[in-house]
C-alpha cells in the first residue's frame, strides 16, 4: 500500500500466496503495474530529508515493471481518457 489517510484509491492488493503458477505469477506481475500506474507523483512519498539534505530514499518495484512502459503508457492520449487498446470503456461499455 502506498499512502494513507484519503489516498485509499491508490491502494493495490493482489495475494500473498507463494504459488509459483502462471495465474499467480499473472497476477504479481500486474499488481506491481497497477501500483506503479497509480503511485503518487510526487517523490516527497519515496524521499525523506533531514536539515535540507537527502538522508533516505526508499527504492519501490518500478524495476520490476520497467519493461511494461508504465510511464509511457500513462501519458500516452489515446483521446480517449484510457489507456487501453481495446476502444470500449471498461466499465461502462460502449454506451
Known amino acids: 500500500t502506498v499512502g494513507a489517510c484519503g489516498d485509499v484509491s491508490r491502494n493495490v492488493m493482489t495475494t500473498p500466496a507463494p504459488f509459483d503458477t502462471p495465474a499467480y505469477n499473472y497476477a504479481r506481475e500486474y499488481s506491481k503495474v497497477f501500483?506503479?500506474?497509480?503511485?503518487?507523483?510526487?517523490?516527497?512519498?519515496?524521499?525523506?530529508?533531514?536539515?535540507?539534505?537527502?538522508?533516505?530514499?526508499?527504492?519501490?518495484?518500478a524495476k520490476e515493471v520497467e519493461h511494461h512502459n508504465v510511464?509511457?503508457?500513462?501519458?500516452?492520449?489515446?483521446?480517449?481518457?484510457?489507456?487501453?487498446?481495446?476502444?470500449?470503456?471498461?466499465?461502462?461499455?460502449?454506451q
Open 35 to 61: 501500483a506503479q500506474l497509480f503511485r503518487p507523483m510526487s517523490p516527497a512519498f519515496s524521499e525523506i530529508w533531514l536539515d535540507g539534505e537527502k538522508a533516505a530514499s526508499i527504492e519501490t518495484w
Open 71 to 94: 510511464d509511457e503508457a500513462m501519458l500516452y492520449d489515446s483521446g480517449r481518457g484510457i489507456i487501453l487498446e481495446d476502444k470500449t470503456e471498461p466499465l461502462y461499455g460502449s
